[in-house]
Every structure is written in C-alpha cells, then in structure tokens.
C-alpha cells in the first residue's frame, strides 16, 4: 500500500447535493442549524444526497468510498466528473476547478483524464472484445494499428488472451469485469473511477478480479475512487477508506485506523467482526522500547524473535508460535519496540487495553 505523501490528484472541498429545488436554501439552513434532515424532507421535500464531504486521493492511491446502499457513496463519486453538479461546494482535478469546466474541457478531461467502470460494464452487443476494449482510442481518432496494439496490451493485461474475437453474450460475468477493465486501462487515464466494479459476481471471482485490480494498480500507479457496500473488499484493496452514513463522511483513515479507532458506534459496528490479523501491524501493539526497558531493565534480548513495524499479526503470531520470550520490533536495524504475548493476544481480540506491565511502570 502507498503510504509516501504526495501530491492530491482529487480534491473534493465541501461537496453538497440536494435532490429538490431550495438547494441552497436547504444547504444554507442546514448549516445554520435550523433543519433536521426529516424536516428538510417533509417540510421541503427534499433529500440530502451528500453533505459536506470533504477528501483527498494522492497520486496512485486507492481511495474507498464505503458504506450502505443509499448512503450516498455512489452520488458522491459523480461529482468528480461533473456527473452530477454539485449543490455547493467544488472539486478540483489536479488543480483545476472541474465545475468551473465549459463543455468542450469538460469532455476532454472525462476522455483524457478519467476512466469510469461501474458495475454494468455497458459492453456493446455487436463489438468483440478487442473493438470494445479499443472504443475510447476510436472516439480519440487514434490510429488503428496503434488501438489495436494498446487494445492487445490491455486485454493481456487482464488475462483474457485468446478472447479477443468473442462477443459479451459468448463471456462470463467475471470476463465481462475484466473487458470493462481492459477498456478502461487502454484508455490510460490519471484517474480511475470505480463504482462497486465486482459486487455482482461470485465470492471467488471477485476475489480473483480484486487481486487481479491490485496487481495492475500498483503497476500502472492509478490514482483510483473505489465505491463498495463491502467493509472486506475496501480493507483490501483501499490504501485508505472513507466510510458513509446519510450523506456524510463519518470517517476517513487507513484500514488500520479505521478497524482499531471507529469514530462512532456506526463504525464499530462495522468493523466488529474484521479479522485483525492481516491487518493490524506490530508498531500498533508493540509497547515502545524505552517504556519496556523502564519495566525490564537490563533484558537480553539477542536470541529474540525480530520483526519489523509493519508486519501484521499473523507473521507475529508465526514468531510467537514456540517461542518463550517477547518480540523484539526492529526499524531498519534498530530496536524501536517489544511486542509480548498479552500483546498481541490482546490485538487479535481488537482491544487497546494498556498492558499491565506498562501500567505499573506508571
């Protein structure tokens, strides 16, 4: 995952969508304090789509955008490229005011800089698969020795050599997914939008397809808004993950962060059945080593089991197995932290309780 700061591809600055007219006297009432959502409802008839988002996807990074249907995640993402307009509020791409576009710059951006793959893959019934993956480059006026090459470079890309003449009612579900990927990879744009891409498919082809997703994002360095009603599929693949409720973005933060600090009971609940063990990281649990020092001083520590900050749970419960002391956690060679057994028992289980030792140190 990327965890380098770097320059914010996507800035979404105070996003509000009112569906109704008044928007923004709505917008302008629910600030002030004066309108509860069920009376913007039934006094205005209107309805709150999204509220007051604000967010940051760096470059290459895999945003996720999580949470129930009606929450407002896959309303939110249409305003990145101007889908839907905004209410209130601006979004910037790469610096540049998206809602400030005229038409012919906002055409070129979504054909140039934005790839879109939903659910519905949209494939055309009369185009193979290569003309299918290739239609962007078409529209571009792109020269077909070149779609082809670029169309042959995509499709190899999502494993579906030896398909290319086939047609989408002679293609599974799962290699449909994968022609709306190729499509959008050919196109070879900053910016993937992604709206529940695999929800549709079965448990172990949308795994496949999510690695699969992985592998080219980490090589093709996309910058990537990734909808999903799933908590695991965003855990997986999100570098970080922005969680809905009723329009507004209750909380943002790595998988990590998200799964051990929950803003509120509507995040607990989500997170309360996640397995922590590939997840959480031993500088998480690992008690600092001057504090561990304060409480067993003078310890050898040379024949200890080693592991490093960002090793999950399970390599340390791999270390742990046989093992008789602590762990000791090493950051490019130096002692940073211990991890001991309480430790991490008590991180599996989810909990940040102090460890005794620590406390008596206090």
Request: proline fraction near 5%.
């Amino acid at each position: 995952m990327n965890t380098q700061p770097q320059e914010a591809v996507i800035r979404c600055e105070s996003i509000w969508k009112v569906f109704g007219g008044r928007g923004k006297d709505v917008v302008r009432a629910v600030k002030d304090g004066q309108l509860t959502k069920a009376q913007i409802r039934d006094e205005l008839d209107c309805i709150v789509g999204v509220r007051d988002a604000t967010f940051e996807v760096t470059r290459g990074e895999i945003f996720c955008i999580m949470g129930l249907s009606g929450s407002g995640k896959s309303t939110l993402i249409r305003h990145i490229n101007r889908l839907i307009e905004p209410t209130d509020g601006a979004v910037f791409i790469e610096g540049r005011n998206v809602n400030a576009m005229g038409s012919k710059e906002l055409r070129q951006l979504r054909a140039e800089k934005i790839g879109m793959v939903f659910q519905n893959m949209a494939l055309m019934p009369h185009r193979n698969v290569r003309d299918n993956v290739a239609f962007a480059l078409e529209v571009r006026g792109i020269p077909e020795s070149k779609r082809r090459r670029v169309a042959q470079e995509a499709i190899e890309a999502v494993e579906l050599s030896g398909w290319e003449s086939k047609y989408p009612d002679e293609l599974s579900g799962g290699m449909q997914q994968r022609v709306g990927l190729a499509r959008a990879i050919a196109a070879d744009p900053t910016i993937l939008l992604m709206d529940e891409p695999f929800s549709a498919l079965d448990p172990l082809i949308r795994h496949q397809l999510q690695g699969k997703f992985m592998e080219l994002s980490a090589e093709l360095h996309k910058t990537t808004v990734f909808i999903t009603h799933d908590l695991s599929e965003a855990i997986r693949i999100g570098d970080r993950i922005g969680i809905m409720k009723d329009g507004v973005l209750v909380q943002v933060g790595t998988p990590e962060e998200i799964v051990t600090n929950p803003a509120d009971d509507y995040v607990a609940q989500f997170v309360g059945g996640i397995s922590k063990l590939d997840l959480v990281t031993a500088s998480k649990v690992m008690q600092p080593l001057e504090q561990f020092r304060q409480t067993r001083n003078g310890q050898d520590w040379s024949d200890w089991p080693v592991a490093r900050p960002d090793d999950k749970l399970n390599a340390l419960v791999d270390l742990s197995i046989g093992a008789t002391t602590p762990i000791l956690v090493k950051d490019g060679g130096a002692p940073v932290g211990v991890v001991t057994k309480d430790a991490l028992l008590r991180g599996i289980q989810g909990r940040d309780d102090p460890d005794p030792a620590m406390q008596e140190a206090k």
